[in-house]
């Protein structure tokens, strides 16, 4: 079930790990409302840090674009997927081993930052592969990779997103040309460093502390996204908080039909919920909860809302939903409101 604050998420947290894509902008434009209040948490003492799957932006550029909307941000706030991947391997094998590496120059940068001797053939012997994504890769880079993870190295990914949103459309993603490898080789990667994967979350809490000092306590940190099944199952994956937004992917019906797995902590329109106390979702004795003065409840067939348009009550409608989907109901069989949150 949801849980409360009687503090605003910004004071009650320390540490946001904040997705970008469709939290902070969406492509090259901003979200309205997100600008100003990372701001305000971070006056009120949130240290925040941008979390992505993209593994082919560095992060000066990513940092770059965010200056574009008035926020203050130093490159290592911005914690790609190839950040997580190149440290995951250093982790992993000797220092100063050839790692073959097929990705964007943000990858092969990151690798080499840890010691690692990036190499593109196979016959180089590799102990470690890397794949990532890029829009220039070629079959002969595909064919080399699995070559080597063939010939023993051990397969890591940077993310596993079967598809990416591009100008004309949607496009195969880093996992469509994983799939690729694990076709040729009949070997799954070993790791991956994107959501839904916890791993994204701890370097984080790493990297804030700059490795020499204690790291944010975990349930201090709060995983802030719009995609469930990314940036909230990634949070419930490794035991952090979040807080879903509705500026994104999600959207109401989803939130409501969510598996245990894919249930944030918190829900919010946008991010001015960030800097505003959780109000309490309670249970009355008739099985109905309410939210704010907003009541939901199951019904017979049928999903009762005195409110659709708030999210108090989309807040008392997922309660409700969960609560019925545990005791084994079939949500299918329930008809809900449409939600337009105002």
């Known amino acids: 079930m949801l849980k409360s604050t009687n503090r605003p998420l910004s004071e009650a947290y ?3 790990l904040l997705d970008l894509d469709g939290v902070v902008y969406r492509g090259k ?3 309205e409302h997100a600008a100003a209040n990372i701001r305000k948490a971070e006056r009120l003492g949130m240290t925040v840090e941008y979390t992505t799957n993209n593994s082919s932006r560095l992060q000066s550029v990513v940092a770059d674009q965010l200056k574009g909307f008035d926020l203050d941000v130093e490159p290592w706030q911005v914690i790609t997927s190839s950040v997580v991947a190149a440290r995951m391997v250093a982790r992993e094998v000797p220092a100063g081993a050839k790692v073959f590496v097929l990705g964007a120059r943000h990858l092969r940068e990151e690798v080499a930052k840890q010691g690692l001797v990036v190499v593109d053939s196979a016959e180089d012997k590799p102990v470690a592969a890397i794949q990532g994504w890029y829009p220039d890769m070629s079959w002969n880079e595909m064919a080399q990779i699995a070559y080597a993870v063939e010939h023993g190295a051990t397969y890591f990914v940077t993310n596993r997103d079967l598809t990416i949103p591009r100008e004309l459309g ?3 993603g ?6 690729a490898v694990i076709n040729a080789t009949g070997v799954e990667p070993v790791s991956s460093a994107g959501k839904p994967e916890s791993a ?3 370097e984080a809490r790493l990297l804030a502390a ?3 000092a204690e790291p944010v306590a975990k349930e201090l940190c709060l995983a802030i996204g719009d995609r469930l099944d990314t940036d909230i199952e990634a949070g419930n994956r490794g035991g952090y ?3 879903a937004v509705l500026t994104g992917v999600t959207n109401p019906h989803e939130l409501m039909f969510a598996p245990a797995q894919l249930r944030p902590t918190f829900i919010a329109k946008d991010l001015r919920g960030l800097n505003e106390p959780a109000p309490a979702v309670e249970r009355n004795a008739d099985g109905t909860w309410v939210c704010g003065g907003v009541r939901a409840g199951c019904a017979g067939n049928a999903l009762e809302v005195d409110d659709a348009t708030s999210v108090d009550g989309l807040r008392a409608a997922c309660n409700a939903m969960w609560e019925a989907a545990d005791n084994g109901r079939d949500l299918n069989a329930v008809t809900v409101p449409e939600f ?3």
Do not use: F
């Open 14 to 16: 320390k540490l946001a």
């Open 29 to 31: 434009n901003p979200v």
């Open 170 to 172: 949607i496009a195969p």
């Open 174 to 179: 880093c996992g469509s040309m994983i799939r």
């Open 200 to 202: 994204m979350y701890d």
């Open 210 to 212: 700059h490795d020499d």
């Open 241 to 243: 908080d979040s807080l």
């Open 340 to 342: 337009h949150i105002d």
